[in-house]
């Protein structure tokens, strides 16, 4: 393991060196295609992301990748972070992923304690990042989950920790938590939320560790999920899964957001606050005036965020004026759409659903252009220039002609209703709204 962990060392260098080249290649691309997935990216407290010297992130695990793709973008310090063991297992993949800075970590169940064995590999590698002044992303929780919860954190995080201290007993290493929350973590075109909690350091524990370094482990571990737990929305009991979201449709409807970066952050974790407060008979009581209006909304077939629209945009103008370039930038990027249906079509499980989704359209589109710029390069008359690039301006309105057309037939739908209907929504509604009101008027001011 010494000759292992010196080789690792010594080549550590070179290595990163060519693997930035394409991890900087690639984190454009890969940031404007976030940008496109997500209707809003709302990073916050990015302060407390030391601008230099060594850095572990640790964050919580919502979706399968999304999560340090999105942390790669959205702030400079170049990331290398700790994967699944089991995407490497092709040659390939292993190749692309070391490239974009990607490290194994196995499981027992990815292979046994063979594999488990090659963790020592990876654990030096993030050794090694420590000491160049790198930043090491580790999703604490070891496993995914669409959930709005905090699951148990794992010692893994702690352990590489003090392992760097151990090695490198000079440097000056904080974790950095990193709380990540999606409105709806499957699906396209929501809303993603990212918090940077204060710097947890490490040096900090060093004298208690080398006295007793099991519960050293333990206690640090513990402050890394303590200090989550502020950043993330949560809803302690599954079984208040579809009441907090109801709730919280309603109030993304009628909240005003203020200006500061976290706000819609701390919105949602308030209403989640609220019911996680609540006992079971006034759960009960909030139940028999949600049940009523959210059957009726699924007997009309109207989505709650119309009902609750103060003020209904009229979109016909750009959906008019916009019908042709959406139409142009949907057909001349068909081969990339269908090509992305065609693999979203293989996905099992619902935790790969929106990486996957985002991956494969981004990377389809990224070689889509290439091939594009490589046929100009060779044959294109002058004009092809602009025309690439009304190409792709066509197909960045067509992703927001989307989201107009759908935002249209919502409405279209609610005002199909006749007006005895759309008054019983508003009667069924209005009570909900009220009381929510005076939940958030009845907490004291922070």
């Known amino acids: 393991m010494e000759k292992q962990a010196q080789k690792t060392t010594a080549t550590y260098s070179d290595k990163s060196k060519q693997a930035s080249l394409f991890y900087r290649f690639i984190r454009p691309f890969a940031r404007i295609g976030l940008r496109h997935y997500f209707r809003d990216i709302h990073i916050s407290h990015l302060d407390n992301l030391p601008l230099d010297g060594p850095v572990i992130l640790a964050a919580n695990h919502p979706t399968a990748f999304l999560e340090p793709c999105i942390l790669a973008c959205f702030q400079k310090r170049p990331l290398h972070f700790l994967v699944r063991g089991d995407f490497f297992k092709k040659p390939a993949y292993s190749f692309l992923l070391h490239s974009l800075h990607m490290l194994p970590i196995y499981r027992k ?106 519960r050293t482990i333990n206690e640090l571990t513990k402050a890394i999920g303590e200090a989550l ?20 449709q309603i109030d993304r409807s009628e909240r005003q957001i203020g200006s500061a970066e976290d706000a819609f952050l701390q919105a949602d974790k308030s209403v989640c606050n609220t019911v996680n407060a609540l006992t079971p008979k006034e759960k009960e009581a909030w139940t028999a005036l949600l049940d009523p209006y959210f059957k009726a909304l699924e007997k009309y077939d109207v989505e709650e965020k119309v009902v609750g629209q103060k003020e209904r945009p009229n979109l016909m103008m750009p959906l008019t004026l916009g019908f042709v370039p959406a139409l142009i930038g949907a057909v001349l990027h068909a081969p990339v759409i269908l090509a992305s249906l065609r693999i979203l079509g293989l996905v099992r499980n619902i935790k790969f659903l929106s990486p996957i989704r985002w991956a494969s359209f981004s990377m389809l589109s990224l070689l889509y252009y290439i091939i594009l710029v490589l046929v100009g390069v060779a044959i294109g008359p002058w004009w092809y220039w602009p025309v690439l690039l009304g190409m792709a301006l066509c197909g960045k309105w067509a992703i927001r002609y989307r989201d107009y057309y759908l935002q249209w037939k919502a409405q279209q739908r609610y005002q199909r209703l006749s007006d005895e209907d759309r008054e019983e929504l508003s009667k069924k509604r209005k009570p909900i709204v009220e009381k929510l009101k005076a939940q958030a008027e009845s907490k004291p001011k922070v």
């Open 229 to 248: 737990e502020k950043r993330i929305v949560i809803i302690e009991d599954p079984a208040d899964d579809l009441f907090a979201e109801r709730l919280l």
């Open 109 to 214: 169940r990815d292979g046994g304690y063979q594999k488990v064995k090659n963790n020592f590999s990876t654990f030096e590698k993030c050794f090694e990042a420590l000491r160049h002044q790198q930043t090491i992303m580790i999703l604490s929780e070891g496993s995914c989950e669409h959930e709005k919860r905090l699951r148990p954190i794992q010692k893994g995080t702690a352990r590489i920790a003090f392992g760097t201290l151990e090695r490198h007993p000079e440097l000056k290493l904080p974790i950095v938590p990193v709380g990540v929350n999606y409105t709806y973590a499957e699906k396209a075109r929501e809303t993603a939320m990212i918090d940077f909690g204060e710097p947890i350091w490490v040096n900090d524990f060093l004298e208690d560790y080398e006295e007793a370094p099991q």
